[in-house]
């Protein structure tokens, strides 16, 4: 059975909804989960979430295991919080390395929407010491000792064999997971999920959270780019000759 | 108060019916695909143990979530095959049937492998259920059933009809409700009858021509059938009408939009009273609704019987849904009589509530029969 890791990581709601409340799964990385239930269905692999986040990571936690994760480690100690890249990287490679030593595959979403600098997968692969592939837009297949993965950047698109172990940066996102089905959110609502404090993983908090980081946020504010608008009415036709003409212009 | 659990619940169902329930092109014909994507989904066994593949929710959380199908899934039609499937057939067996009957169907019943259908009306008995003639007569294997019935939703798609059967002369113990299979020899499915709405709900007549039933079929007690129908119709006053309260949801939030973007005499037509009052209207008939809904469940949930309740709820849903729908119309103006906008639609679908179930003329009676008896709610 090949084991993989997802590393899970969940932000605000309100970012893809406006309406939104509380945390979602980073669409990148529910785009590894839709496309691990998929690959599941038809190869024999077991995947692991590992989640770095507080109380309010618990539902899309339980979506994570919906979908298809068979185990979930949940690192979850207010020590841990505030972490910049260097301390989430530290965290995430001692858990991988105490929990699961043996993992074939590592897969991180390539960025966290929440204004994070997509820096965490290289710098995991370099603590692991495994292969890195970044850019990857999909995963094709897992087989004994190899995976096929696809890579794309602005050039060019490449289907790419890698070996085991390795650590792929997916650069696909979605907002919408097909593959979640109620029974196993069910499952998934009674499962006992395992808190991780930083104490059992045996990690220093110099190296973690506020304490381990290198960087510290003073300040943050939301730029809204405001835009001159128009209120379109009338008939769906008559919007759509309106845009027409708007784009015609 | 939703739980925690049950809001999880519903925000999975909403995004699964924006994302998959939707399409355009089956809001006036019955999808399979759609169909499989519900079973998929899991949503069928909502209520129904899970050792026969069901989810074993309370009927506290069934009712929030297809409170949000019914606002999710703007195909009223193929929510009314849902409702149809699960609550009128899927879930007599699992209540009424016995061990047999529950190995034979459900666990078929909530993958949605085999698509259930309620058997009562005929041609000549509607209101007058009991005066129905479709006739089971004991054999030493079982029974053979005689007869016809009318207006059977999910009749052309349906595998497994309850059919409700006169088994002798005595008129309120004289009947028996069975589980009869599509292809059982006899059983012979009429053409989609056109409607005009609910047009994804294929709708037939059922006919029965020295139907073969083995005996195992009875549901509940040979000759307790009009108990199972009480039974049944209780289930189905509460729970068919449960999406409704979703849709008078999703139409008056368009309502609201509308009112305030159209503009008439230099200001939006939702600062006229006239307008505003309307949609106050479709408010006070969601939050009525869902206070009576949530008394109904709670007696279901407590194993109690709720016939008087899911009357006055029927009738009091149907109205406020109607009502909504044409007030909804009459907001929009001639654009909502367009087929475009898609408010006649809704309409057209609501109008059947009123009808289904047991004529809302009949919840009169039996509201006014049961009060006059003195008995109190
Ligand atoms: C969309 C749709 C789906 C349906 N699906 C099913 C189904 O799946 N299975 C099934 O078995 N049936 C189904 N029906 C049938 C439905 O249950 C009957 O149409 C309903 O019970 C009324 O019977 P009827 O149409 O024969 O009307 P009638 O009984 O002939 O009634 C005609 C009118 O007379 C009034 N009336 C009759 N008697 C009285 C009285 N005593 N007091 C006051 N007013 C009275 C009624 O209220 C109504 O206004 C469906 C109907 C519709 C419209």
Redesign the pocket.
């Given at each position: 059975m090949i084991k993989i890791v997802v590393c899970l990581k969940m932000v605000p709601g309100k970012l893809i909804n406006a309406e939104a409340g509380g945390l979602i799964i980073n669409p990148y990385d529910l785009f590894v989960l839709e496309k691990l239930a998929e690959l599941k269905k038809s190869s024999d692999i077991s995947v692991i979430g590992i989640c770095m986040g507080g109380e309010s990571a618990r539902d899309g936690l339980i979506r994570s295991k919906a979908l298809v994760c068979d185990d979930i480690y949940w690192l979850n100690d207010i020590k841990f919080a505030q972490a910049d890249t260097i301390a989430t990287t530290k965290t995430l490679t001692a858990a991988i390395k105490k929990y699961i030593p043996d993992a074939d595959a590592v897969i991180c979403g390539g960025h966290a929407i929440d204004g994070e600098t997509g820096q965490v997968p290289a710098e995991l692969s370099e603590k692991l010491g495994i292969t890195y592939f970044s850019s990857v837009a999909d995963i094709e297949s897992f087989g004994n000792d190899s995976a096929v993965i696809v890579r794309r950047d602005e050039r060019q698109e490449m289907t790419v064999r890698c070996r085991y172990p390795f650590l792929l940066s997916v650069d696909s996102f979605l907002t919408y997971a097909s593959n979640l089905n109620v029974i196993a959110l069910k499952r998934a609502q009674k499962w006992e999920y395992k808190i991780i404090s930083a104490e059992e993983l045996g990690i220093a908090s110099t190296d973690c959270g506020a304490s381990g980081s290198k960087t510290k946020v003073i300040n943050s504010v939301n730029i809204i780019y405001k835009k001159e608008s128009i209120e379109i009415g009338g008939s769906i036709k008559e919007k759509a000759d309106h845009v027409k003409k708007l784009l015609q212009q | 108060m939703n739980t925690n659990e049950e809001m999880q619940l519903i925000e999975a169902v909403r995004e699964f019916a924006e994302n998959n329930l939707n399409d355009p092109e089956y809001l006036e014909k019955f999808s399979p695909e759609m169909w499989k994507k519900i079973a998929d989904f899991g949503l069928l066994g909502i209520t129904v143990d899970e050792k026969y593949g069901g989810l074993g929710e309370s009927y506290h959380t069934a009712a929030a979530v297809f409170e949000n199908l019914g606002y999710s899934c703007k195909n009223n039609g193929f929510v009314f095959v849902v409702n149809?499937h699960i609550w009128v057939s899927q879930n007599l067996i699992y209540l009424y049937g016995s061990e047999k009957l529950k190995d034979k169907y459900l666990c078929d019943m909530t993958a949605g492998k085999r698509i259930g259908?309620?058997?009562?009306?005929e041609a000549e008995s509607?209101?007058?259920?009991l005066s129905m003639v479709t006739k089971a007569e004991k054999t030493d294997d079982g029974y053979i059933l005689n007869g016809s019935?009318?207006?059977?939703?999910?009749g052309p798609i349906a595998d497994i009809f309850i059919v409700f059967a006169r088994t002798g002369e005595e008129n309120n113990k004289s009947f028996t409700a069975f589980v009869v299979e599509k292809d059982f020899p006899g059983v012979k499915i009429g053409a989609d009858i056109e409607?005009m709405g609910?047009g994804s709900c294929p709708?037939s007549e059922i006919v029965f021509d020295n139907c073969i039933i083995p005996k195992e079929n009875v549901l509940g007690r040979y000759n307790f059938g009009s108990l199972i129908m009480t039974m049944a119709l209780e289930w189905e006053r509460c729970f068919e009408f449960v999406p409704h309260i979703g849709a008078m949801r999703r139409v008056m939030e368009r309502c609201i939009e509308h009112v305030r973007s159209r503009k008439q005499f230099g200001r939006p037509i939702g600062d006229y009273q006239a307008v505003s009052h309307k949609i106050a209207d479709m408010k006070v008939g969601i939050e009525m609704s869902r206070a009576m809904l949530y008394r109904i469940v709670d007696l279901k949930d407590n194993m109690k019987t709720a016939f008087i309740d899911t009357s006055i709820f029927k009738l009091y849903v149907s109205e406020a849904y109607i009502k909504t729908c044409r007030d909804a119309m009459q907001i929009f103006g001639g654009y909502g009589y367009t087929k475009e906008y898609d408010i006649e639609r809704e309409l057209r679908d609501a109008l059947?509530c009123s009808?289904?179930?047991?004529?809302?003329?009949?919840q009169k009676?039996t509201i006014y029969n049961f009060t006059t008896n003195g008995e109190s709610l």
């Open positions: - | 149809n259908a309620i058997c009562i009306t509607g209101s007058d259920a019935k009318a207006f059977i939703s999910n409607k609910l709708t059947a009808i289904y179930s047991g004529t809302n003329e009949m009676n």
